[in-house]
């Protein structure tokens, strides 16, 4: 928006102009009176309201992972997001889960205030994108702070005012839009679609996290800035108080935000007249059209193909897959399902062959074939050997691999027919071979994400399954089955022989990744020394404390920088066990 657009009216009033002398000098009307500029008493700047002084700018370092090179994480990187109190009592500081999450430290700060307080994250929820902080400094606590309360999703046509801290600047920034429309829409890509609002308000980088104040002057906030469509122009993506009251009470019962729940089956419209004639749906009637069923999911054993759901939890569902959300708004039915916990239970009304049935089953969460998000239900993971590397299809895979937003177009058609699909088997992997680091052993081979789909005539169902298989050959030749009878033969003693030095070449640590190490130490294979090492470290310098209680480093110009011995040391064994944690929870 361009300076002064919104600028205030002006409003013209006659002002007596003075001579040096003391008389009044005329204009060039031969008046002696001056128009001056000022505004109305409606357009003088508000007074700033306690409000905004719970809303926080939020400094992260974070280390990413890395799926193309699983071995390895990404640079180091700085960014910053906006936050803003919810709860001064247990000192809850809310935000958006993407930008905290893979954090190495995290501070915030207030409105006005330069310094900057250690946070530490409580609990994180990617898939509702919201995250919760603390700051356990107490007189962080000590100045006025307000907690802002949520209010219901608001009406179409109602304000908004989004406060954060975007891109331009240092300050707290106020920009102010109407609610355009409820809608369903994906929280983090290829997720699942969750209610969100949209607004009209500008939302640009730094701002998520913040609040979206649906009355400033109450501090009651509508929502959480979390995200705006980039080849659109002023439209963003506010997260609504019905998603995050979920996200708080799963904080409340379990310490963990567990997920969404998933309905347990894929559908399809029927509005075509044929097809409902087909399946004897009276005119009267309405429904969705059940035409897969998630193998693992408790809906499998209640609910069978071509049903017809009529109703869930007693709300009628239109034929285009809609319910009924207010008056005239009306949102996809999966709303109703999203909104409940995992273990709860919905009810739904089907149409089988002309029958009414009424249904039961208990809500889990979706476990797709090809996992979605970082930390939820993937971690990066790889196995190579005799230079093919081996890793398992997953969504940040795909972004990692091909760029961002861009696998859908760059990555093969048949690894793309995989991404929808639900898993058979509990543990069930899609196992590919993603590349082939240049050696003389696989002088000729040139395949690139390509499924993996059996091992020594043996059907792969994971990556786990291909490593130990590997490990236990003792045929001549190791024989890998690729996607469409193609295949990649190895000497199995020449490829143990040459492993080593192909690690070696590319500056690779290990031959697997940590989730795949083996108990015992042979051949190429060692340890991964990740908590062994990160205890002597910790040993180390808790021993460096018998000399000198801070740990000095010297860098060139005389500069240095001092740390606390024993505050490093818990540091490190703090982050430890957070680390072990949060893989437990995940």
């Given at each position: 928006m361009d300076e002064g657009e919104n600028s205030p009216t002006v409003e013209a009033r006659s002002v007596k102009r003075a001579r040096p002398d003391g008389t009044d000098a005329p204009?060039?009307?031969?008046?002696?009176?001056?128009?001056?500029?000022?505004?109305?008493?409606?357009?003088?700047?508000?007074?700033?309201?306690?409000?905004?002084?719970?809303?926080?700018?939020?400094?992260?370092?974070?280390?990413?992972?890395?799926?193309?090179?699983?071995?390895?994480?990404?640079?180091?990187?700085s960014s910053s997001g906006s936050a803003f109190i919810v709860d001064t009592k247990r000192r809850h500081i809310m935000t958006n889960a993407h930008v905290v999450s893979n954090e190495t430290t995290v501070h915030v700060r207030r409105p006005g205030n330069p310094k900057k307080w250690r946070a530490k994250v409580l609990c994180e929820g990617k898939i509702a994108d919201l995250a919760l902080v603390t700051v356990e400094d107490d007189q962080f606590w000590t100045d006025e702070l307000l907690d802002l309360q949520f209010v219901d999703v608001p009406e179409l046509q109602d304000s908004i005012l989004v406060?954060?801290?975007?891109?331009?600047?240092?300050s707290l920034s106020i920009t102010k839009g109407i609610v355009s429309r409820v809608v369903m829409t994906r929280y983090a890509h290829a997720s699942k679609k969750l209610l969100g609002?949209?607004?009209?308000?500008?939302?640009?980088?730094?701002?998520?996290?913040?609040?979206?104040?649906?009355?400033?002057?109450?501090?009651?906030?509508?929502?959480?800035a979390f995200s705006k469509l980039a080849n659109a122009d002023n439209v963003g993506y506010i997260i609504p108080y019905q998603i995050i009251k979920h996200f708080l009470q799963e904080y409340e019962l379990h310490g963990i935000f567990r997920g969404c729940c998933s309905v347990g089956f894929r559908w399809q419209d029927m509005e075509n007249t044929h097809l409902r004639e087909h399946l004897q749906v009276a005119a009267q009637q309405s429904g969705s059209l059940i035409y897969r069923i998630d193998p693992l999911a408790p809906a499998h054993e209640v609910l069978k193909e071509n049903d017809v759901v009529m109703q869930i939890d007693g709300v009628p569902i239109?034929?285009?897959?809609?319910?009924?959300?207010?008056?005239?708004?009306?949102?996809?039915?999966?709303?109703?399902?999203?909104?409940?916990?995992i273990g709860e239970s919905l009810v739904v009304k089907v149409l089988r062959d002309g029958a009414l049935l009424a249904l039961e089953y208990q809500l889990k969460q979706r476990r797709p074939l090809v996992p979605i998000l970082h930390g939820v239900d993937c971690v990066p993971s790889y196995f190579i050997v005799g230079g093919l590397v081996f890793v398992p299809l997953s969504i940040p895979f795909l972004e990692h691999a091909y760029g961002g937003l861009n696998w859908r177009k760059l990555a093969p058609v048949p690894i793309l027919a995989l991404v929808t699909e639900y898993c058979e088997l509990p543990d069930e992997q899609v196992v590919v071979l993603f590349q082939i680091l240049a050696a003389e052993i696989n002088f000729g081979y040139k395949f690139q994400t390509v499924k993996c789909e059996l091992f020594n005539g043996r059907e792969l169902h994971?990556?786990?399954?291909?490593?130990?298989?590997?490990?236990?050959?003792?045929?001549?030749?190791?024989?890998?089955?690729?996607?469409?009878?193609?295949?990649?033969?190895?000497?199995?003693?020449?490829?143990?022989?040459?492993?080593?030095?192909?690690?070696?070449?590319?500056?690779?640590?290990?031959d697997r990744s940590a989730d795949l190490q083996r108990a015992t130490n042979n051949n190429h294979v060692a340890e991964q020394p990740g908590d062994f090492a990160a205890g002597m470290l910790c040993l180390l310098v808790m021993c460096l404390t018998g000399w000198s209680l801070y740990m000095n480093t010297l860098f060139a110009g005389g500069r240095m920088l001092t740390i606390h011995a024993c505050t490093s040391a818990a540091e490190m064994v703090s982050r430890q066990s957070s680390s072990c944690r949060r893989q437990t929870q995940t």
């Open positions: 204009h060039a009307n031969g008046s002696s009176h001056r128009v001056e500029a000022t505004m109305p008493a409606s357009k003088q700047p508000a007074v700033p309201t306690k409000a905004l002084r719970s809303v926080l700018k939020v400094f992260v370092v974070k280390t990413d992972p890395n799926y193309a090179q699983p071995w390895q994480m990404r640079p180091q990187r406060a954060g801290y975007p891109l331009g600047g240092d609002i949209q607004i009209d308000a500008a939302i640009n980088p730094g701002n998520s996290g913040g609040p979206a104040f649906a009355d400033l002057q109450q501090a009651k906030v509508a929502g959480v239109a034929d285009d897959g809609t319910v009924e959300f207010r008056n005239e708004e009306r949102v996809e039915f999966s709303h109703i399902v999203r909104a409940k916990h994971n990556l786990k399954q291909l490593a130990e298989a590997v490990d236990a050959c003792t045929d001549k030749f190791m024989r890998f089955g690729l996607e469409g009878g193609k295949s990649v033969i190895l000497d199995r003693v020449q490829a143990n022989t040459d492993t080593p030095i192909i690690l070696k070449q590319h500056a690779i640590t290990f």
